[in-house]
């Protein structure tokens, strides 16, 4: 980042300028642009990339501060030293930029800032940088950079949520097993409360619905990690006998991939829908000419070898040969790439949208926005229990984390009486078979959900205290998922550290 000083570039532009014991020709180090004509106030700041080019988008945002308010040269100069800060942290803790940031980026991003050892920031002080990085993020979908659902403020609320949550242990919202079975049921399938079916329900594609709510809760993927799943990946043509580890590449949160595990139940949810929902839209798409809008910039798959997980064809928009593992696509070609069968296009995109296409966040955000309503509006009825006002996507992870914790660590402390019984007597061995119960199921879930830091995973222990065997013996075919998924992992002292 560089200060705009008017005076000093008129100069610099014409000779090279001392900075400590070196000259700098500007000229050459602009590539051209001259920022003494481009509308910038002195004393504002700019920012180069790495090639030395100034970043456009950070250039549009500060540039157009005045016309929105922000009049003062010390306030725009602090946004955007604010926003300077947000995006050297999404390079060093995910080697990723702002246009592929994700709420969860953000959060994090809020909880290291205020839970820092030293010198951590106040809420005062959080909630300017997020209004910064908010309305830098809203000059992008203004230009066209992003679309509204996308980017670490398009799920619904997401700015008042960060600005209003506690940093810490209130940052972890999930969903008890029986509130997660009846927001699936009621808010998704359009059952009543009572568990009759509502004749009256229009709510789309309730199985494809249901069973995004599902993958996200029973395997802690990310919503962008779901949406962007293929069918090579999923493999649902061979038989389902048990849960399948699956790798999340390219879509993968800052690029870094991880394996998750799909359960055997959410596997056979999966092939339900793809043999029905699924087949319906393409086929709706295929008829309406909706798929053949698409033919000029599709990724025609010619080839897939389902054992290496590759396709090849041919990319029209490009005009070349395409071929790649399917984890190294990216979500943009994973949306473009499509083959012909029995005479009509098939996404390779696993959830699809109306239009046949890859389905889009902002899509999966309004499923559980309607859902919320839905559940909010049948409250007083016979059957209802307590739910939250509002449940996003990202809850469903949680939900994730936080069961598989506690089902590890008391699957774990079940299995092992003497364990059980050293930590009842507090004794020295005891100490230390406590030390492996707690560790190794901390670092299973963190494999399992790729957190980048053990910080964000042991959050989830101080809410162990509000699960206990009733609530997950009460709900019977998830809690299944639950226990299956702790047989299929790793052993103690055979798990790796985590990722």
């Not at 307590?386 to 809850?395: C, G, I, Q, R, S």
């Amino acid at each position: 980042m560089a200060k705009f000083d008017l005076a000093v570039l008129h100069r610099g532009l014409s000779k090279p300028v001392r900075v400590g014991d070196d000259h700098v020709d500007l000229a050459e180090v602009l590539g051209g642009f001259d920022p003494t004509v481009c509308g910038l106030d002195d004393g504002l700041v700019f920012l180069f990339e790495d090639d030395g080019r100034p970043n456009l988008d950070f250039f549009r945002w500060v540039s157009g501060m005045a016309s929105r308010g922000k009049r003062s040269i010390e306030g725009r100069r602090g946004y955007a030293y604010d926003l300077a800060g947000w995006f050297d942290f999404l390079e060093d803790a995910y080697r990723t930029d702002y246009l592929s940031a994700e709420f969860e980026c953000l959060e994090e991003y809020g909880r290291e800032l205020r839970t820092a050892s030293e010198n951590p920031v106040s809420g005062e002080t959080w909630n300017r940088k997020l209004a910064a990085i908010r309305d830098f993020y809203r000059s992008l979908v203004r230009n066209g950079r992003i679309s509204s659902g996308d980017g670490p403020f398009g799920e619904p609320d997401a700015y008042r949520e960060l600005r209003s949550r506690a940093v810490g242990v209130r940052a972890v919202r999930y969903l008890l097993l029986p509130q997660l079975r009846y927001f699936i049921q009621v808010g998704i399938r359009g059952y009543r409360p009572d568990g009759t079916i509502d004749t009256a329900f229009r709510g789309g594609y309730p199985g494809r619905d249901s069973c995004m709510a599902k993958v996200l809760a029973t395997t802690g993927m990310r919503r962008n990690e779901m949406r962007s799943l293929t069918t090579v990946e999923a493999d649902l043509d061979g038989p389902i006998r048990q849960g399948r580890r699956l790798m999340i590449g390219a879509p993968a949160k800052g690029g870094r991939p991880g394996e998750v595990i799909v359960p055997r139940r959410t596997l056979a949810e999966l092939r339900a829908y793809v043999e029905g929902d699924r087949d319906v839209i393409v086929s709706v798409a295929n008829s309406t000419g909706s798929l053949a809008r698409q033919e000029s910039t599709m990724i025609v798959v010619e080839e897939i070898d389902q054992r290496r997980q590759t396709v090849k064809g041919w990319d029209r928009l490009a005009k070349r040969a395409f071929a790649k593992p399917v984890a190294a696509m990216s979500v943009g070609e994973r949306e473009r790439a499509y083959r012909r069968d029995a005479g009509r296009w098939e996404p390779l995109a696993l959830f699809v949208g109306e239009g046949g296409s890859m389905i889009s966040g902002n899509l999966v955000n309004r499923i559980f926005e309607t859902a919320n309503r839905r559940i909010w509006s049948r409250r007083a009825e016979v059957g209802a229990i307590e739910m939250p006002a509002k449940v996003t996507p990202h809850w469903m992870r949680h939900t994730f984390g936080m069961h598989l914790m506690w089902t590890l660590m008391h699957d774990l402390i079940e299995r092992d009486d003497r364990l059980a019984r050293l930590l009842r007597d507090h004794d020295e061995p005891g100490m230390r078979a406590y030390g492996q119960s707690v560790m190794w199921p901390v670092q299973v879930v963190q494999e399992l959900m790729r957190h980048r830091s053990l910080k964000t995973t042991w959050l989830y222990l101080y809410h162990l205290g509000e699960l206990d065997h009733s609530v997950i013996s009460s709900v019977d075919d998830l809690a299944e998922v639950f226990l299956a998924l702790g047989q299929q992992v790793a052993k103690p002292g055979a798990a790796d550290g985590a990722r």
